[in-house]
C-alpha cells in the first residue's frame, strides 16, 4: 500500500511561485495532475524513481519543475511564473510499475492523495 499526502498549496499572485510536496511511501514512478473547476482532470508533470527521466505537459514546461528526494521520500513540484489558468486542486499519484508508459493518463496510476489547492490571482 502506497500513502501519498500533499502538502504546499495556497494563494499566489499571477508570476509568483509556490512548491508542491507529495510524502510517499514506496519504490514508484510518480505523476501530478490537476483539476479546474469543471474541467477534467489532467497530467501536469511524472518523474520516474531514479529522477533520471521527467514528463511535463506542454502548458507547464519551462515554468514547473518536477524532483524527488528519495531518501526523504518526497516528489517536488517547484511552480514558477504561475498563471490564473494554473489555477486548480493539485494531485500527486503514484504507479507502481516503473514506466514512463502512459505517463499521462490517470488510469495507469494506482494510488493517489487528497489533492491540495493551488489558486492563482490575477
Same mark, same amino acid.
Do not use: H
Given at each position: 500500500?502506497?500513502? /501519498?499526502?500533499?502538502?504546499?498549496g495556497? /494563494?499566489? !499572485?499571477?508570476?509568483?511561485?509556490?512548491?508542491?510536496?507529495?510524502a #510517499?511511501?514506496?519504490? @514508484?514512478?510518480?505523476?501530478?495532475?490537476r =483539476?479546474a473547476?469543471?474541467?477534467?482532470?489532467e497530467?501536469v508533470s #511524472?518523474?520516474?524513481?531514479?529522477?533520471?527521466?521527467t514528463?511535463? #505537459?506542454?502548458?507547464?514546461k519551462g515554468?514547473? @519543475?518536477?524532483?524527488? &528526494?528519495?531518501?526523504?521520500n518526497?516528489?517536488?513540484l517547484?511552480?514558477n511564473?504561475?498563471?490564473?489558468? &494554473?489555477?486548480a486542486?493539485?494531485?500527486?499519484a503514484?504507479k507502481?510499475?516503473?514506466?514512463g508508459?502512459?505517463?499521462?493518463? =490517470?488510469? =495507469?496510476?494506482?494510488y493517489?492523495g487528497q489533492g491540495? !489547492?493551488?489558486?492563482?490571482?490575477?
Amino acid at each position: 500500500q502506497v500513502q /501519498l499526502v500533499e502538502s504546499g498549496g495556497g /494563494l499566489v !499572485q499571477a508570476g509568483g511561485s509556490l512548491r508542491l510536496s507529495c510524502a #510517499a511511501s514506496g519504490r @514508484t514512478f510518480m505523476g501530478w495532475f490537476r =483539476q479546474a473547476p469543471g474541467k477534467e482532470r489532467e497530467f501536469v508533470s #511524472a518523474i520516474s524513481w531514479n529522477g533520471f527521466t521527467t514528463y511535463y #505537459a506542454d502548458s507547464v514546461k519551462g515554468r514547473f @519543475t518536477i524532483s524527488r &528526494d528519495n531518501v526523504e521520500n518526497t516528489v517536488n513540484l517547484q511552480m514558477n511564473s504561475l498563471k490564473p489558468e &494554473d489555477t486548480a486542486v493539485y494531485y500527486c499519484a503514484a504507479k507502481v510499475i516503473d514506466s514512463g508508459l502512459g505517463y499521462g493518463d =490517470q488510469d =495507469q496510476y494506482d494510488y493517489w492523495g487528497q489533492g491540495t !489547492q493551488v489558486t492563482v490571482s490575477s
